[in-house]
């Protein structure tokens, strides 16, 4: 199977202002996705993981390495992927509807044909009825919703997610894991998701890539043999118990 995303021997530094020193973040990195596979990274703080969602999309360049996307120049890939950051970013003056359409309006899409796209979606996406609210009016868990409809009708093949629900409580961040996952089906995509969270990562994942922040950086990747669908009550299973022992020494070490 050849991958859509291929990346061999990625390195990035910054230079540190404080010091004027030199700071490696990636070293060497070796990363693969398959099409239509759920791949999570995981790991501490400062451990690179922001910075290679950033360099797969196209907002930063690595110092070294190969970037290989499948139909897309590696030169050219800033606008060619979908990339939902951490917050929901929906603008406050711009009802639901019109938040969700900003992607296909950047592309010059016909605002007429992008807003039928969008009602065509609204139901699926928990939304109907709530087109015409502005985000001060509903909820984290809607906004998040609304913010992946934008992310959706720009009609990409891989997905970059970058800890989307990180702020919302426990119960409506279980609740959009599990919408996720039919989405994840439903649109056939391709998805990256960075998270904290290690069951989160478990519970989404085919493969999950362990990212240490260590002298190298090294990635560790864990694969998660579960059945699907999964259910919430497979946090509870031994199997799942078991790949959560092997992540946690990775990450504390």
Known sequence: MNPIINIKNLSKSFIDESSNENTMI????????????????????????????NIISGLDNPDNGEINISDIQSNNRLGKLSYMQQKDLLLPWKTVLDNSILGLEVQNENKRVSEQKAVELLETFGLS???????????????????????????KKILLLDEPFSALDSITRSQMQKWLLKLWKQFNKTILLVTHDIDEAIFLSDRIYVMQ?????????????????????????????????????????
């Open 26 to 53: 990636l070293h060497h990195i070796d990363f693969h996705m398959n099409d239509g596979e759920f791949v999570s990274l995981i790991g501490p703080s400062g451990c690179g993981k922001s910075t290679l969602l």
């Open 129 to 155: 009825g709530y087109e015409n609210y502005y985000p001060n009016q509903i909820s984290g868990g809607m906004r998040q919703r609304a913010s992946f409809l934008r992310t959706i009708l720009t009609n």
């Open 213 to 253: 922040n260590n002298n190298f950086n090294s990635m560790q990747i864990i694969h998660v043999e579960l059945p699907r669908p999964r259910t919430r009550e497979i946090v509870l299973d031994d199997s799942f118990i078991k790949i959560k022992k092997e992540i946690l020494p990775l990450i504390e070490n």
